[in-house]
């Protein structure tokens, strides 16, 4: 929780450089940390990512929360599985955030964990809310999700989660598309 707790607030303070970032190496680089990891290992759907201009280890940090959380809240004895859907779009208008006439990058990822109800689609962004009571056998501190949401003002963009009680839950990611 520390090392969350530090994440975070460094998080706030940008000190490193911009630079062109393959989100495909970042994607694989996680992924390949749970190879081997018996039912933890995800069963992974990809397409092709973009290489966007933004800031390495909060990108690292943004693709590693929802992995977890994807892996995290997987069906108790099922394999985790995760598909990432890459688009460009124009004009978003989704749960209120606004990016009309500007094209973004799009980033979908979806699992077919637990999920949630969408009633709490805002709060899993909020630092230290768990939708799960401490008892509960799904771990988490609350704040993988809020370090998401920060790294994504940080690019200037904007992320949004939607759920189904025992289908899944996406994570829709939007970064400004750059010429």
Known sequence: MIQDMVNFTNLVVQDEESTLVDLNYITEKILNEYKGEGSKEPIVRRDLLPVLIGFPSQLYMLFRAIID???????????????????????VVTNGQRGAGKPY???????????????FADKIF??????????????????????????????NGFIVAKGELGVGATIRMFFPATD
Do not use: C, W
């Open 105 to 119: 990058h799009t980033i979908t990822v979806e699992d077919k964990g637990i999920g949630f109800d969408n009633e």
């Open 126 to 155: 909020i630092i230290f809310q768990r939708l799960h009571t401490q008892q509960s056998q799904y771990r988490g501190k609350g704040m993988g999700l809020a370090i998401a949401q920060r790294v994504m003002a940080n690019h």
């Open 69 to 91: 959380n994807s892996i995290k809240f997987a069906k108790p004895g099922e394999h985790p599985v995760i598909h990432f859907v890459y688009e460009e779009v124009q004009n």
